[in-house]
Every structure is written in structure tokens, then in C-alpha cells.
């Protein structure tokens, strides 16, 4: 995904000690989120797995931790940037801290789904755009809000899926908070934010067959979201929907656009 941005936006090869901080970051993230995970009304095979093996994701946490401060050394700079980044990254996972400061979190009624959002577009997008000492120009400004609005879209399935686990935590998002019509709704609006930016990079030079790849997993994610209401499985979730986040840029490499 950073790559795409480099390549669509600042044409140029991506900073490496970018990318390895934010491959080191996720390993991070996750690890400490899904550490914190071990319960699930939604039968996973992958929450079995999780209380048997939480010792992993600790290992995984320690090992990204190094990773983003050997990285954050040679992005230092940039420091308050990506302190931006680590910032809303402890907020997606802050509710699950079991201690009353942290608990209270779970009150904010937009919750994990736009913090995640937010967090994946900022490392994918803006940060980027910010170590590379680009002006933000207006399509940038519109790939940006339409990864957003995109991202979102797919975090608002895996919050549908999370709504009877969050509901029993007390944890408040906009799924928790809206009826399942409402759910849709926001859904679909966001999709439609997502295809009208993504439509109008078209006046700022992007070809016809680049804003096709784009609109690709937005068609996709449109067409799967029912199933995905019913169907929780794992490959699902964290194959097909997670990989839709980054396959127009494996569309465009394989398309050699």
C-alpha cells in the first residue's frame, strides 16, 4: 500500500526505513492487540489457537518493538510524525488494557473502527507524503480521504463481525451504536465517498484503467458484504478482506501500471 503511494502520487522509489518501521509497527500493533484477545463469542479457530500460544503474539510484540526503534533512529526527523502514528495505534487497542483509565475508552462512541481506519490511512498515505517533503495537492488530498473511506468500509465488516464481542466488553462504536440498517448505511456511504474521490483523480491526470484497479476491491467488498454478515470464517476475514485492502496496488504491479 506504501509502495502504491509512491508510485501513484510522489513517483519515486519508497524510503526504506519507512517501510521497515511500519512492517515493524504492524508485527508490533497486532501482536499487542491480539495478545490482549483471548475470548470470542464467535467460534474462530484462530481465538482456540490464540489461549493456547498467547506467548507468541509476546514475542512478536517484543521483537516489532526493536524493529520500530532501529527504524524510528534513522526516521528521527520525522519523529512527531510517526508519533502521530503510534498514538492512534495504542488507542485502537488502549480499550483492551485491563485497567479503569483505559476501560473508559470503551465509551467513545467511534471507537476502534475509525482509529483503525485513521491509523492505516495516515502510515499508507500521509506519512509518506510527509517524509518525502511533498505539498499535499488536491489529488493527493483525494487519494487520501478515499483510502480512508475505503479502509473503513472494510473495518466496519470486521466490526459487524466484533458486535456481540464488543457489545459484552461495553466497548461503543458506530456498528455497536446503529442498527443493522443504520450499519448499512454507513457502509455503502462510505463506499460512495470512496468511488467519487477515487472518480475525480480522473481531472488530475489518472488514467481510465488506474481508476478501474482502484474501484476493484470497493466492487468486490460491495458484492461480498452480506455474505460477510453470516459467514465469519477466518479465511474470510483475514485473507480475503484484509487482502482487498492492498490488492489494486497487487493489481497494478501485476498490470505493471
Known amino acids: 500500500m506504501i509502495n502504491q503511494t509512491y508510485d501513484l ?20 500493533s497486532y501482536s499487542f492487540h491480539w ?14 489457537w490464540l489461549k493456547k500460544n498467547r506467548n507468541f503474539h509476546l514475542v512478536f510484540f517484543m521483537i516489532g518493538l526493536i524493529g520500530c526503534a532501529v527504524f524510528f533512529f534513522y526516521l528521527l526527523p520525522h519523529w512527531y510524525w510517526l508519533l502521530v502514528s503510534a498514538v492512534i495505534t495504542f ?17 467513545v462512541a467511534i471507537g476502534k473502527t475509525v482509529f483503525l481506519s485513521l491509523v492505516w ?11 518525502a517533503g511533498m505539498p499535499f495537492t488536491v489529488p493527493i488530498v483525494l487519494f487520501v480521504i478515499g483510502r480512508f473511506f475505503f479502509i473503513y468500509a472494510i473495518c466496519i465488516m470486521f466490526d459487524f463481525r466484533d458486535r456481540a464481542d464488543d457489545q459484552a466488553a461495553g466497548i461503543r ?6 442498527s443493522e440498517k443504520g450499519v448499512n448505511m454507513l457502509f ?6 470512496f468511488a467519487v474521490c477515487t472518480v475525480l483523480l480522473g481531472y488530475y491526470g489518472f488514467s481510465a484503467p488506474t481508476i478501474a484497479l482502484l474501484l476493484i476491491p470497493a466492487i468486490i467488498a460491495a458484492l461480498i458484504y452480506d455474505y460477510s454478515k ?9 485473507l480475503i478482506l484484509d487482502g482487498l485492502m492492498m490488492f489494486s496496488a497487487l493489481l497494478m504491479v501485476v498490470f505493471r501500471i
Open 173 to 178: 462504536s458506530m456498528v455497536t451504536w446503529f
Open 91 to 107: 488507542l485502537y487497542s488502549a480499550p483492551k488494557i485491563p485497567h479503569p483509565y483505559f476501560r473508559a475508552l470503551r465509551k
Open 35 to 48: 495478545y490482549l484477545t483471548s475470548e470470542s463469542l464467535v467460534a474462530s479457530p484462530r481465538i482456540g
Open 188 to 193: 455503502f456511504s462510505a463506499l460512495i465517498v
Open 9 to 28: 502520487l510522489l513517483h519515486s522509489q519508497p524510503n526504506k526505513y519507512l517501510l521497515g518501521f511500519v512492517f515493524s509497527a504492524t508485527i508490533c
Open 230 to 238: 453470516t459467514n465469519f470464517s477466518d479465511y474470510l476475514y483475514y
Open 121 to 131: 490511512m495516515y502510515v499508507t498515505t500521509v506519512l509518506p507524503v510527509i517524509i
